[in-house]
């Protein structure tokens, strides 16, 4: 029996290497190892923070054209809209009987997410409650395996105690899914921030141009001292420089510290602009001949979306019974 993953995103822009390092990187492979792949993209997971200001479809075209361009394969994975799958609506609903408030408010992603907002007192029930919505996304596909980064794994605990509770309660319906927590280290922002992200500006697309990149690595901040050295405490942009150079080029980081040894900063980023442009080219390229198809990656959605929504409907049918809900439905 092959293995399946499922793992997603949310559609709030294009992907950037951080994406590709942490997560994408693992997806290609994993495909390429043959396992049964499903990705979501998770539309509705935009609304929690995003509730005004947002450009979902295009965004949902963004990321799916980062996953094509990285070489995610629509004839091997399955990529689909969450809220096009009316199952996962009613798992939710299904799964929202089973947490407690109080447990729903112990997830320290969501608490963090709340602080970070200021929505304190304000917080909505569906800032609460979106872990609940992601397990349903989840266990509506019956995983082995869901690769995530570390800020999910609160979710993913969440998810468990969900299947396990759904199955003691009811029926064995959920194999309890195994998280796979992404080995490579998070890519620091280009401004010294923790993490690449989207809200900060401090990061390289997949799909920035060859100057952009230029320009972006150029401004990028460095350390003090003048050493090319691995160090994340004394020297993490530094580091993260060598980690992104090493991934972009394949050169081992104790080889690059030998290789820069003496040299400056400034031969260094031009030399890390060089490798990076260079590992981003056929990306690009991909980009642009999908993007020039806009049916063809519109029907990729559609064949996903239908794919997710019959296999969505089999677990449905087995949740529906367990938890005898399966009375006829008066338009049937
Ligand atoms: N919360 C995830 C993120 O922000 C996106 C996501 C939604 C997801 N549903 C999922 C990830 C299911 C893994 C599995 O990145």
Do not use: W
């Not at 969440?158 to 009811?170: G, L, M, V």
């Not at 559609?302 to 929504?309: D, H, I």
């Amino acid at each position: 029996m092959k293995k399946r993953i499922l793992t997603g995103d949310r559609p709030t822009g294009k992907l950037h290497l951080g994406h590709y390092v942490g997560s994408l990187a693992n997806r290609v492979k994993f495909q390429q190892e043959g396992m049964e792949c499903f990705f979501i993209i998770a539309d509705y997971q935009v609304l929690t923070d995003r509730l005004y200001t947002r450009d979902v479809e295009q965004n949902i075209y963004e990321v799916l054209l980062d996953y094509l361009s990285v070489g995610i394969d629509p004839k091997k994975s399955v990529i689909f809209i969450q809220s096009h799958v009316p199952e996962l609506a009613e798992l939710f609903v299904y799964f929202s009987m089973l947490v407690t408030v109080s447990r729903a408010q112990r997830n320290p992603t969501v608490k963090e997410e709340i602080k970070s907002v200021g929505h304190g007192k304000k917080m909505s029930v569906g800032m609460l409650s979106y872990p609940i919505s992601q397990a349903a996304d989840i266990l509506l596909f019956r995983p082995d395996l869901v690769p995530i980064g570390e800020d999910q794994l609160p979710h993913l605990e969440q998810t468990k105690e969900i299947a396990i509770t759904f199955n003691r309660t009811f029926k064995k319906v959920f194999p309890v899914p195994e998280t796979l927590l992404s080995k490579t280290p998070r890519l620091l922002g280009l401004d010294g921030h923790q993490k690449m992200s989207k809200s900060r500006q401090n990061a390289i697309y997949l799909s920035d141009p060859v100057d952009i990149v230029a320009q972006k690595i150029k401004k990028a901040v460095t350390d003090s001292g003048r050493e090319i050295i691995f160090d994340p405490i004394k020297k993490p942009a530094i580091s993260n420089f060598l980690t992104i150079f090493s991934f972009c080029s394949g050169r081992d980081i104790k080889e690059l510290e030998e290789a820069y040894q003496g040299k400056g900063y400034v031969e260094f980023k031009s030399d890390l602009t060089q490798v990076v442009n260079d590992f981003l080219e056929p990306i690009r390229k991909k980009r642009k001949e999908f993007a020039s198809d806009p049916k063809f990656i519109r029907e990729i959605l559609v064949e996903g979306t239908k794919k997710a929504c019959e296999e969505g409907e089999k677990t449905m049918k087995l949740v529906r019974k367990a938890i005898k809900f399966d009375y006829p439905r008066i338009f049937e």
